[in-house]
């Protein structure tokens, strides 16, 4: 079982993970949890070059490649192994970051770009997604506030609120897979949401 959790910046998604994770392991699944860009020594590399604030001249197509490059490397190396032998995986982020952030918010096209997620994945596609929806301005603020402010950040608040009406539009097109949760709540109340959900999707199915 292949799970990943995508949202604006700032809407609680490792925390819900952890929580998430935590509780699945309670019931003796065993969970490996990763995160995009990154999630290898390889990918880590990658994702420094995409967040470093210094790197404003990087080119869209140059970052939509080096997303997959990572993207590529963690699959093979984490993501595929894990689930061969049974491990239920949480992955913050996947390819939807992909399609919502070069896609919805740099305007690229969605179709060229998932045929390049198609090649970097091998195909691989999450069976629940978790899209935690919360107003990119007061998700960009929190982070702000927390000091995790990065390069892809710093594009302005249209970017953001493209980024958040592409993932609504993914999610509604895609129902039996995505799950929206309102993140604008307490921890409490969104990480109850999506144990109740991952109870009706996965438990009883
Ligand atoms: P990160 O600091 O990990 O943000 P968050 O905590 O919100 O996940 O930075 C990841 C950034 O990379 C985030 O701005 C989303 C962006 N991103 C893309 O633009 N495309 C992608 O394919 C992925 C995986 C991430």
Request: charged content about 25%.
């Amino acid at each position: 079982m292949f799970i990943t959790f995508e949202g604006p910046e700032g809407s609680g998604k490792t925390t819900q993970i952890r929580l998430l994770a935590e509780f699945l392991r309670a019931r003796g699944n065993e969970v490996l949890t990763t995160r995009e860009p990154g999630g290898t020594e390889i990918s880590d590399q990658i994702r420094a070059v995409l967040m470093n604030l210094r790197n404003t001249a990087m080119h869209p197509r140059t970052e939509i490649l080096l997303f997959q490059a990572a993207r590529a490397q963690l699959v093979e190396q984490v993501i595929r192994p894990a689930l061969n032998r049974g491990a239920l995986v949480i992955s913050d982020r996947y390819a939807d970051s992909t399609l919502a952030y070069q896609g919805y918010g740099h305007g690229y096209p969605l179709e060229e770009l998932r045929r390049l997620i198609a090649f970097a994945t091998g195909g691989l596609t999450p069976d629940l997604t978790f899209l935690l929806d919360v107003d990119p301005a007061r998700g960009l603020e929190r982070k702000q506030r927390k000091g995790e402010w990065n390069r892809l950040d710093a594009y302005d608040l249209g970017f953001h609120q493209r980024v958040r009406a592409g993932y609504l539009e993914m999610a509604q097109a895609e129902p039996h897979r995505w799950v929206v949760v309102d993140a604008s709540r307490t921890i409490e109340d969104v990480q109850e949401d999506i144990r109740r959900a991952f109870h009706q999707r996965v438990l009883s199915r």
